[in-house]
T-cell receptor, first 110, second 110 residues
Framework: QKEVEQDPGPLSVPEGAIVSLNCTYS??????FMWYRQYSRKGPELLMY????GNKEDGRFTAQVDKSSKYISLFIRDSQPSDSATYLC??????????FGPGTSLSVIP | EADIYQTPRYLVIGTGKKITLECSQT?????MYWYQQDPGMELHLIHY???????EKGDLSSESTVSRIRTEHFPLTLESARPSHTSQYLC?????????FGNGTRLTVT
């Protein structure tokens, strides 16, 4: 079993839809959780970073962490064509290196 | 925005050639990393460095080598390229928990 599981998609939604992206993990020692966005032919860029259970909001993006279920989510409200990208969840323990999920490819159709 | 640069962006090379992928950052970060990324797959850590003259192999076995003679520079070398080395190589740096990525080098070995 991989440490971090993520549905690779592809996911296609109409503009304005609410998007839900999810990851599950098996290592209960993970304490830091991140979402990266990667556009085609670019490197990943940090979108959200959190280290506690609960919700963290930044504009149209909300990151949710449920440590008891080992489950994290990223919600995108009012999705835009510019949100079309691959979204990578990532996590780490306090002392170890970052582990990435395989990414979910998202297309927002105008 | 993070300043981390990778060159070349694209490289097509024949089997058996020696190549060096360049990575430089201007943020003074101590920690630097090389990841390998194939389509639809998670990022795999192949090398990392926590400072000058410090290098370690990552989780994914790789025939490449790295050096860290200066804080800002972390080149990756393949002594004899093979078609199995065809992939995208991403360089990253950090001073904390979150990674800053370059835009990658897409390597094709024919």
């Amino acid at each position: 079993q991989k440490e971090v599981e993520q549905d690779p998609g592809p996911l296609s939604v109409p503009e304005g839809a609410i998007v839900s992206l999810n990851c599950t993990y098996s290592n209960s020692a993970f304490q830091y959780f991140m979402w990266y966005r990667q556009y085609s032919r670019k490197g990943p860029e940090l979108l959200m970073y959190t280290y506690s259970s609960g919700n963290k909001e930044d504009g149209r993006f909300t990151a949710q962490v449920d440590k008891s279920s080992k489950y994290i989510s990223l919600f995108i409200r009012d999705s835009q064509p510019s949100d079309s990208a691959t979204y990578l969840c990532a996590m780490k323990t306090s002392y170890d290196k970052v582990i990435f999920g395989p990414g979910t490819s998202l297309s927002v159709i105008p | 925005e993070a300043d981390i640069y990778q060159t070349p962006r694209y490289l097509v090379i024949g089997t058996g050639k020696k190549i060096t992928l360049e990575c430089s950052q201007t943020m003074g970060h101590d920690k630097m990393y090389w990841y390998q990324q194939d389509p639809g797959m998670e990022l795999h850590l192949i090398h990392y460095s926590y400072g000058v003259n410090s290098t370690e192999k990552g989780d994914l076995s790789s025939e490449s080598t790295v050096s860290r003679i200066r804080t800002e520079h972390f080149p990756l070398t393949l002594e004899s390229a093979r078609p199995s080395h065809t992939s995208q190589y991403l360089c990253a740096s950090t001073q904390g928990d979150t990674l800053h990525f370059g835009n990658g080098t897409r390597l094709t070995v024919t």
